[in-house]
């Protein structure tokens, strides 16, 4: 592919994310973005007093905040007293304020500046991949990008009043220069460790689900150290200090409102959100086997799209095609995995086997904080995955270019057609049960079968074409679903 398509494409992924990102942050109503009312009221304290807002018994009644659910909040009730995240970090809130007092208090206004800061993740996401795959750079790094561009609750997400946007961007950010680190494309002295440790320092003033980033960049300093041997003392020096004198006085503030040692508000977050559903309780009335069955169910579908405050469902026939392509991507993620343990020596350097191993441990750091949290709260929120993105993404473009490789989709098709017959004849012993599996197999054989008689000529029309799929999908369910009801 020429440079001249390469960013042709690009622009085309950033504009259509542009454009359906500002649909969804001017259509969808207000506040049905997960805690948006919360987030707007921190914006709105800090304009109004000019004063760090403090977390206290009473901002957060789980009566209150499920009728306004379950009217759609209705504007004879107010959203004022929703203020359980008055214990966040203040950076996003801050380049929030001036917005609010430009615009006076628009709230679209301010959804398009998440969405902005939506658009610039992409092109952190697509510069890392150049770097990890130069020899793919136009198949990998584009694919990466689309797929975080269009992912429907991503959308949603970034097009909310909220500081998921800000965090996600900032530790995308991080992972880039601790994979620059690793790939030994930073140079030697200081200076880009110390741009790494500001971007920590502003991590750690926007919100804790980035706070992974921390200990993977000093892992990235490992890596590198365990290499040359040399510096280690003074790289994590330069690396540590700026988020040190970035976040101290946050943190001493914490320290001084909420008590030693609750530097982060959230042991008073935790006390002050009573009612809200515990992970214990629900087990002791539903069950182990319940909960894990929900955990799963929830965590796939709500990652996809789950509107609202998790209320808004799409067909269930969506879930299911998403089940089979994520099947397919995993299928052939599995036989890059495979391949690359064959020839392991040669298949990637030891700088890229450096980056493998970043991008594991943050996959795998962003997955223990959402077990976390599950343990103490019933939060099946598949958005929370979100921060792993940075190495969610690149492991769907290996596998998804992987199966659509002319040869692989041969094999694809042949698989998805067993497939197909199989849950045909569930469904002859279980007649309409498995109706749609069928259907939505055989699909995929042909779509794989058509796939491997095109030209590799044409490869870049062909993912052109499937990505416009999933934008096609966003815009539908924000008409067919979200609209319709929350409207």
């Known amino acids: 592919?020429?440079?001249?398509?390469e960013r042709l494409l690009l622009c085309t992924i950033l504009l259509a994310y542009m454009a359906v990102g500002t649909l969804y942050a001017s259509l969808v109503p207000a506040w049905q973005v997960p805690d948006e009312p919360a987030h707007y009221n921190y914006v709105r304290y800090l304009a109004g007093h000019r004063s760090f807002p403090i977390l206290q018994q009473g901002d957060y009644s789980q009566v209150y905040l499920e009728t306004l659910k379950s009217r759609h909040f209705?504007?004879?009730?107010?959203?004022?007293?929703?203020r359980y995240e008055f214990h966040q970090p203040p950076l996003y809130y801050l380049l929030q304020t001036p917005i609010f007092l430009a615009t006076k208090g628009s709230l679209i206004a301010m959804r398009l500046f998440s969405v902005l800061l939506g658009s610039m993740l992409l092109l952190v996401i697509y510069r890392m991949m150049l770097d990890v795959f130069p020899e793919r750079h136009h198949e990998?790094?584009?694919?990466?990008?689309?797929?975080?561009a269009f992912i429907p609750m991503h959308v949603a997400m970034m097009a909310g009043v909220e500081n998921d946007s800000l965090a996600e961007l900032l530790l995308a950010l991080a992972v880039w220069l601790s994979v620059r680190h690793v790939l030994l494309l930073d140079g030697s002295d200081g200076r880009s460790l110390a741009k790494l440790g500001v971007v920590l320092g502003l991590i750690l003033v926007t919100k804790t689900t980035a706070y992974v980033a921390l200990p993977l960049a000093i892992l990235a300093v490992l890596i590198r150290w365990w290499r040359e041997r040399k510096g280690v003392v003074?790289?994590?020096a330069w690396l540590l200090a700026p988020p040190v004198v970035i976040s101290a006085p946050w943190y001493v503030r914490n320290a001084l409102v909420y008590g030693w040692p609750d530097l982060l508000g959230l042991a008073r977050h935790n006390a002050v959100v009573v009612g809200q559903p515990r992970t214990m309780e629900w087990?002791?009335?539903?069950?182990?086997?319940?909960?894990?069955?929900?955990?799963a169910r929830f965590t796939f579908d709500s990652f996809w799209g789950v509107f609202g405050w998790m209320g808004v469902f799409m067909d269930g026939r969506i879930y299911l095609a998403l089940e089979m392509v994520t099947l397919a991507v995993g299928v052939g993620f599995l036989l890059v995995c495979w391949r690359v343990c064959l020839h392991r020596r040669n298949a990637l350097t030891s700088e890229q086997w450096g980056v493998v191993v970043l991008l594991t441990v943050l996959f795998l750091g962003v997955l223990a904080e959402y077990v976390g949290y599950n343990l103490i709260f019933v939060q099946h929120q598949g958005r929370y995955l979100f921060p792993a993105l940075a190495a969610i993404a690149?492991?769907?473009a290996v596998g998804f270019l992987e199966t659509v490789k002319r040869p692989v989709s041969r094999k694809m098709a042949l698989f998805f057609l067993i497939l197909a017959v199989f849950w045909a004849a569930m469904d002859v012993i279980s007649p309409s049960a498995y109706r749609w599996h069928a259907a939505l197999s055989l699909s995929l054989a042909i779509a794989y079968g058509v796939r491997a008689a095109i030209p590799e000529t044409l490869d870049h029309f062909v993912l052109a074409v499937l990505y416009a799929l999933l934008w096609v999908l966003d815009v539908y369910a924000l008409f067919a679903f979200i609209l319709p009801q929350l409207g």
């Open 283 to 295: 087990i002791a009335a539903h069950g182990m086997h319940a909960y894990l069955g929900r955990f």
């Open 234 to 236: 003074r790289r994590l």
């Open 1 to 5: 592919m020429s440079l001249s398509k």
């Open 140 to 148: 990998v790094a584009l694919v990466s990008a689309a797929f975080v």
């Open 394 to 396: 690149p492991a769907w």
């Open 74 to 82: 209705p504007p004879s009730m107010s959203v004022d007293p929703v």
